[in-house]
């Protein structure tokens, strides 16, 4: 079980694609092949929308991957795909980096989400403060017993470095959204490759905190 702590952070979704025209289908067209890859976070919502949009346009066929942000964005510029889905701003020197490549990125915001920090349903801490947060993942809160809690360590759990939510999380939370702060995630917080692995790791271990 878990508990999820009164902290809900809200983050926008995006969709990076390259400029380009297409003319309208056909019935005699031939199939169309479009690659979709980036954050895990919209990989349910782009996956419910490419079998909707695949209803109406039967001359297409549309391959929805994860992997994260970082990872679609970087497929979207090597040329490897044509959408990237992300849960953060495409950055700017992704930007360049893709024009070199003689890309434009066109970049839409498609939804809205939250991130809620969740803990073992036997941790007796309740709320966290998002400035007690921010101390958590740097390292400078390492007792549950420093927040309330009991005399156990902080177990911290965060998504991988490619991570869109990763990416907000360190600039909303543990730099509490300063642009001139350079405050880095623990070295002891461990780095999970999906947020099913930090919501299973939370379940079944007490000292265990992280985001989804």
């Known amino acids: 079980m878990k508990h ?3 902290l ?30 980036g954050s895990d976070t919209i990989v349910n919502l ?3 929308w490419a079998e909707r949009y695949q209803t109406l346009r039967p001359d297409v ?10 990872t679609g964005i970087a497929a979207l510029i090597n040329g490897t795909v044509d959408l990237a889905s992300a ?22 915001i498609i939804a809205r989400d939250a991130i809620a920090v ?13 400035q007690q947060i921010a101390d958590i993942y740097s390292g400078k809160i390492t007792n549950w017993s420093e927040v309330g ?9 965060s998504r991988e470095t490619n991570s869109g939510t990763h990416v907000y999380f360190l600039e909303t939370v543990l730099r509490l ?29 007490p000292n265990a905190i992280g985001y989804d």
């Open 4 to 6: 999820i702590l009164i």
């Open 8 to 37: 809900f952070l809200l983050l926008s979704l995006f969709v990076t694609s390259c400029a380009s025209s297409s003319a309208s289908a056909s019935s005699n067209t031939p199939t169309t092949y479009i690659q979709n890859k």
């Open 46 to 48: 782009a996956l419910a």
């Open 61 to 70: 066929r549309i391959s929805v991957t994860g992997g994260g942000s970082g």
């Open 87 to 108: 849960s953060r701003q495409i950055k700017a020197e992704e930007v360049e980096s893709a024009r070199a490549k003689g890309i434009e990125p066109l970049e839409h």
């Open 118 to 130: 969740v803990v073992n349903s036997e941790n007796r801490v309740k709320e966290l403060t998002l």
């Open 149 to 157: 809690g009991e005399d156990r360590p902080i177990v911290k759990l």
């Open 177 to 205: 959204g300063n642009s001139d702060d350079k405050t880095l995630f623990s070295t002891d917080t461990l780095l999970l490759p999906s947020s099913e692995g930090i919501i299973a790791e939370v379940r079944q271990n």
